[in-house]
């Protein structure tokens, strides 16, 4: 958090009120309201991967002009894909858990 800092350089403009609970009930939307965009932006980030990986091997599979040997490849294609999705996924939720998953 920068706020600090800045609050230091001017004592004059407080960027927090100087009352505790408020100041505490400040840090926790600041906390809430961070770690939601940062969700946001790693599955913006999963969203592009999907984009990029997955739908062209899912077209590139329903493309009906295909040999057998073609097909299979493609299919090998979709699911290594997939796979690596679903793995950054797992290790995404790994990372920090309680992101993911609200009690």
């Known amino acids: 958090m920068i706020s ?4 230091e350089l001017d004592s004059t403009v407080l960027l927090h009120p100087t009352d505790p609970r408020l ?8 906390d809430f309201v961070s770690n939601t965009l940062s969700l946001a932006l790693r599955l913006l980030i999963s969203f592009c991967q999907v984009n990029t990986k997955v ?11 295909m040999g057998t040997d073609a097909q299979s490849k493609a299919v090998e294609r979709l699911q290594r894909d997939v796979t690596a999705l679903v793995q950054a996924a797992d290790e ?6 309680e992101i993911w998953f609200f009690p």
């Open 4 to 7: 600090p800092q800045l609050e």
């Open 23 to 30: 100041k505490a009930n400040c840090r926790l939307w600041i």
């Open 55 to 65: 739908v062209p091997s899912f077209y590139t599979l329903l493309n009906s002009t």
């Open 92 to 97: 995404e939720v790994s990372r920090q858990p």
